[in-house]
């Protein structure tokens, strides 16, 4: 399984195959027609599930952000937590989804750019 936040949908030709899962607060960041009907066929197909946090893992990825907090959205977050619920990792390009996934110990790949530099987390996913 891995967690899917919005640069998966914005960035990538296709989705990864394997079970893979995003939230409704990702779904919501999707503004363009492409990656809104990429989603929308995977969710339709079942390729994707559509799962919400615990608010516990919320809580324990706000706490963890520390000074990146203000620059992580609500979807931001959600992913996160959603990953820490799953024990899997996430696909993103978000540097600051990266910075806070390396703190809590969650792999994550880039979909498109480069990864955070190995001294700041070394995790794939």
Do not use: H, W
Request: hydrophobic content about 45%; some cysteine; proline content about 5%.
């Amino acid at each position: 399984m891995i967690v899917l936040d919005a640069p998966a949908f914005l960035n990538a030709l296709s989705l990864p195959s394997g079970e893979k899962a995003t939230t409704r607060e990702v779904l919501a960041e999707l503004k363009d027609r492409r990656s809104r009907m990429l989603a929308e066929a995977a969710v339709a197909s079942r390729e994707l599930r559509v799962l919400a946090p615990s608010d516990e893992s919320v809580e324990k990825v706000k706490k963890a952000a520390g000074r990146v907090l203000p620059r992580l959205s609500k979807a931001d977050v959600s992913v996160l937590a959603l990953a820490r619920d799953l024990g899997c990792g996430i696909m993103t390009d978000d540097y600051a989804v990266q910075v806070v996934a390396a703190r809590l110990g969650i792999p994550f790949s880039p979909v498109f750019r480069r990864g955070i530099k190995e001294g700041r987390g070394k995790n794939k996913a």
